[in-house]
């Protein structure tokens, strides 16, 4: 069992960047798979990235080359990059962590870009 906790989350123009970060209430060194994912109103909760133990990613197409997954065991926290954000970017943003078959989330953070 793990609590996850999101935060960096605000408003920026187009073209900005902001870091996220997930804070996790234990280890995360062996948690396999941990992500995130957002929500945009009125549409789907939709994958963002995704990194393993191994620090192997994956990204949704629509965010390669913009944003960086990462996580540093040492402090049981995950974090996301997000460069070069559009307004399409805006959504709330959720962490999530896959252990023993169960899914994990965060509360959210609100991430707002403006044309």
């Known amino acids: 069992q793990v609590q996850l906790v999101e935060s960096g989350g605000g408003l920026v123009q187009a073209g900005g960047s902001l870091r996220l970060s997930c804070a996790a209430s234990r280890s995360i060194f062996s948690i396999n798979r941990m992500g995130w994912y957002r929500q945009a109103p009125g549409k789907q909760r939709e994958f963002v990235a995704g990194?393993?133990?191994?620090?192997?990613?994956n990204y949704a197409d629509s965010v390669k080359g913009r944003f960086t997954i990462s996580r540093d065991n040492a402090k049981n926290t995950m974090y996301l990059q997000m460069n070069s954000l559009k307004p399409e970017d805006t959504a709330v943003y959720y962490c999530d962590a896959f252990i023993e078959g169960r899914f994990y989330w965060g509360q959210g953070t609100q991430v707002t870009v403006s044309s």
């Open positions: 990194i393993g133990s191994g620090d192997s990613t």
